[in-house]
């Protein structure tokens, strides 16, 4: 059996990543819409060696539809969203758009698969790239242990705020390497060879982005007690988000035991070798790849029965477009 598949937003950086993903894995693909903004008109993209037209978003194009993929940002999903499930797609929406609506599940399916049972609007959404990543490490150590409390501080890459963001880094670091000031209309700031909190504002001092990363985490596992406290950082880094994370269990966990846990589990990567210079799981390595990598797993120095892990994975795939791509399988292909 094959499907009818939209990509609404096919020519950005996740929704070209979801077109090769969705070649790249087989998905029975019977027919592809691509779909964009009306200044896309008339170009096309390649897939399994065709040219395909990309086609201007409208409500038309939804017809006959088993699955559309939304990469195209808040406001198109919160519009068109409803537009293609009423059609009778099942929505797959990349966005921030749903993912707390409480008739939305929010899933990835190494960690809350069974949420797909029921989806009464038509719509599931994608988490956040940091979340996914992180309860994809997480998740086997939950089941075990129950988490209580998580601490984690991320080291985003460019290319989780788009094309033009990886464009705008490449520009600033060749400015400062030829002695110019370089410009920043993409990033609040200079990027390159530096720093960010690049999100909006959220409550109490807290980014939009952290809060995301609270949200996410309490709904999928379950758990609305659940603590979590997160600082989001953009750095000078391509591609490839990296996370640091400390986390607190219901029980006393060591690094022994998470170690065996991870090395197993689904969609983890461990790099389980002592510590060394140079040997733990890094962006220009993982970029890519698929798993969620795993590494610099210990005990806490100070709160005995706490670990401390280093988790790093391709932003583009699993943080978005793979991920996107696996509930389709789930839902379409595996039942």
């Known amino acids: 059996m094959s499907f009818t598949v939209a990509v609404v937003g096919a ?146 890459a460019a290319s989780g705020k788009g094309h033009d963001a990886v464009t705008e880094l490449l520009a600033q670091a060749k400015a400062i390497v030829e002695g110019r000031t370089p410009e920043a209309t993409v990033f609040p700031s200079t990027l390159a060879f530096n720093t960010l909190c690049d999100w909006k504002a959220g409550e109490q001092d807290y980014s939009e982005e952290e809060w995301k990363m609270v949200h996410e985490t309490r709904k999928m596992l379950g758990d609305p007690s659940l603590g979590v406290s997160p600082t989001a950082v953009r750095v000078p880094v391509v591609n490839g988000h990296s996370e640091a994370i400390w986390a607190r269990f219901a029980r006393p966990m060591t690094a022994r035991e998470a170690k065996e846990l991870l090395a197993n589990a689904p969609g983890v990567v461990l790099h389980g070798e002592p510590y060394a210079p140079g040997k733990h799981p890094q962006p220009l390595a993982v970029t890519g790849t698929d798993g969620v990598h795993v590494g610099r797993v210990r005990d806490d120095l100070a709160v005995p029965g706490c670990i401390n892990l280093w988790v790093v994975g391709d932003n583009l795939r699993k943080g978005a477009a793979l991920n996107a791509v696996q509930i389709a399988e789930v839902l379409f292909v595996k039942k």
């Open 11 to 156: 020519t950005g950086a996740v929704g070209r990543e979801m077109i090769r993903i969705l070649e790249e894995r087989s998905f029975p693909v019977k027919t592809l819409i691509p779909l964009a903004s009306p200044r896309s008109a008339g170009k096309t993209i390649t897939f399994r060696g065709e040219e395909i037209p990309i086609r201007v978003l409208a409500a038309e194009a939804f017809s006959g539809v088993d699955v559309a993929l939304f990469s195209a940002g808040t406001a198109p999903s919160l519009e068109w969203a409803p537009i293609a499930a009423k059609a009778g797609a099942i929505v797959i929406d990349n966005s921030s758009a749903w993912r707390m609506h409480p008739d939305v599940p929010l899933v990835v399916p190494e960690v809350n698969a069974e949420h797909l049972k029921s989806i009464p609007r038509g719509i599931v959404a994608n988490p956040n790239c940091s979340t996914i990543q992180m309860l994809v490490a997480l998740k086997p150590l939950h089941d075990a242990a129950k988490l209580q409390h998580i601490v984690v501080s991320t080291y985003q």
